[in-house]
């Protein structure tokens, strides 16, 4: 079964750091970009970070500097080290797997989220 | 960068009503759309990619249609299971981003 499990979420302090981590299984993990998608409690869905098959790496204005993806295929893991941490950060983190259908992009496969919540 | 809009922000619609929810983009972006569906306390859903073509085990019900800046998905006939929030995407290559848009409600009246 094709699958993705975050981990890592919780509780931290306005500008503390936080490592989220996603497991993949079911597929070759070493073939897909990943990403990372945060959801604010109500709120819609945020695009956060990309990695590619090659470990390019790409982020959206609002966490450029302060967040850097990852990945380890030989251990079928991606990564998401969170650093200077802000309330708006609180959200839901998805990890997703993302494809090419077409010569179209979207993510097929989601995991089912890590909660982090950035309060004092 | 290109924006997307989405309307209506929410919906209340019977049974078995034809429901549509457009989604609009600040630019051209030919047909490089999809579609999800998030129900409530759930993860969301890949329904629709490239404008039009269903992802493998969505109902037909479901449809996608559109090009350029606007694009609609279409529900043909609401039924219960359908209440969810829907999101349009668009995917950029240069420089490579995601953006999604800000979401439609649906629920059943």
């Known amino acids: 079964e094709v699958q993705l499990v975050e981990s890592g979420g919780g509780l931290v302090q306005p500008g503390g750091s936080l490592r989220l981590s996603c497991a993949a299984s079911?597929?070759?993990?070493?073939?897909?970009?990943m990403h990372w998608v945060r959801q604010a409690t109500g709120k819609g869905l945020e695009w956060v970070s990309a990695i590619g098959t090659a470990g390019d790496t790409y982020y959206p204005g609002s966490v450029k500097g302060r967040f850097t993806i990852s990945r380890e295929n030989a251990k079928n893991s991606l990564y998401l080290q969170m650093n200077s941490l802000r309330a708006g950060d609180t959200a839901v983190y998805y990890c997703?797997?993302?494809?090419?259908?077409?010569?179209?992009?979207?993510?097929?496969?989601w995991g089912q989220g890590t909660m982090v919540t950035v309060s004092s | 960068d290109i924006q997307m809009t989405q309307s209506p922000s929410s919906l209340s619609a019977s049974v078995g009503d034809r429901v549509t929810i457009t989604c609009r983009a600040s630019?051209?972006?030919?047909?490089?759309l999809a579609w999800y569906q998030q129900k409530p306390g759930k993860v969301p859903k890949l329904l629709i990619y490239?404008?039009?073509t269903l992802q493998s085990g969505v109902p037909s019900r479901f449809s996608g249609s559109g090009s350029g800046t606007d694009f609609t998905l279409t529900i043909s006939s609401l039924q219960p299971e359908d209440v969810a929030t829907y999101y349009c995407q668009k995917y950029n290559s240069a420089p490579r981003r995601i953006t999604f848009g800000p979401g439609t409600k649906v629920d059943i009246k």
């Open positions: 997703a797997r993302g494809v090419w259908s077409g010569y179209d992009y979207a993510f097929d496969i």
């Open positions: 490239a404008a039009s």
């Open positions: 630019q051209g972006i030919s047909n490089y």
């Open positions: 079911g597929f070759t993990f070493s073939s897909y970009d």
